[in-house]
């Protein structure tokens, strides 16, 4: 069966570190994979998408990289603050490009 | 401002009756989405719909029914066959084509009493 797995468990870093996230599915062979930030008692908030032929890709303190033979997708925040305090969600498209699956997300805690 | 508006934000039922939860967006957005969060089960998607007049089953729609008359509107009604209705309900929406990136609004909280 199809599967995507986040750590379920919260991680806890130190401000100003880098914060490593990951997400791994299997029985999938998605084109695209995105990622969102959602607070809680909020909307999740897109953050990244990054396509099967691109390895990695920025956005000001966030990377994405996107391995399609370990089928799994890391996110990193650098340079953390408080702020990034969240929980982080990967989504991958499904159905013939119609829908998109969810993680069960990893919340993040930046410690000052 | 463009965006998709939801309510109620809190919602509470007993159990039994039929509830009817609002979501409209101003994106101009063909397709929409209806998801339920439950603690630690992430996102799980009702319906979906791509056009207006049609739509979709997700994983979980047992229970659940839409409509979709207006292309700025899809409602959700969370029907008494609903084993378990309580729940945080997320709406979306995204544009045709392949990237489907979902724009959320600010979900409805439903406690069934």
């Known amino acids: 069966s199809q599967k995507i797995e986040q750590n379920s468990e919260a991680l806890n870093i130190q401000e100003g570190k880098t914060a490593t996230l990951t997400c791994n599915y299997t029985?999938?062979?998605?084109?695209?994979l995105q990622w969102y930030r959602q607070d809680p008692g909020r909307g999740p908030v897109f953050l990244l998408l990054?396509?099967?032929?691109?390895k990695e890709k920025r956005k000001e303190r966030l990377k994405v990289t996107f391995d399609t033979t370990l089928k799994q997708s890391l996110f990193h925040i650098t340079a953390s603050q408080p702020a990034d305090s969240a929980t982080y969600l990967c989504?991958?498209?499904?159905?013939?490009?119609?829908?998109?699956?969810f993680g069960t997300g990893t919340k993040l805690k930046v410690i000052p | 401002d463009g965006g998709i508006t939801q309510s109620p934000k809190y919602l509470f039922r007993k159990e039994g009756q039929n509830v009817t939860l609002s979501c409209e967006q101003n994106?101009?957005?063909?397709?929409m989405y209806w998801y339920r969060q439950d603690p630690g089960q992430g996102l799980r998607l009702i319906y979906y719909?791509?056009?207006?007049?049609?739509?979709q089953k997700g994983d979980i729609a047992e229970g659940y029914s839409v409509s979709r008359e207006k292309k700025e509107s899809f409602p959700l009604t969370v029907t008494s066959a609903q084993k378990n209705p309580t729940a945080f309900y997320l709406c979306?929406?995204?544009?045709?084509?392949?990237?489907?990136?979902?724009?959320f609004g600010p979900g409805t909280r439903l406690t069934v009493l």
């Open positions: 994106l101009n957005h063909d397709a």
């Open positions: 979306a929406s995204s544009m045709q084509g392949t990237e489907r990136i979902q724009f």
């Open positions: 990054i396509r099967e032929n691109e």
């Open positions: 719909s791509q056009i207006v007049n049609d739509f």
């Open positions: 989504a991958l498209l499904s159905g013939g490009y119609q829908k998109v699956t």
């Open positions: 029985n999938y062979s998605p084109a695209y």
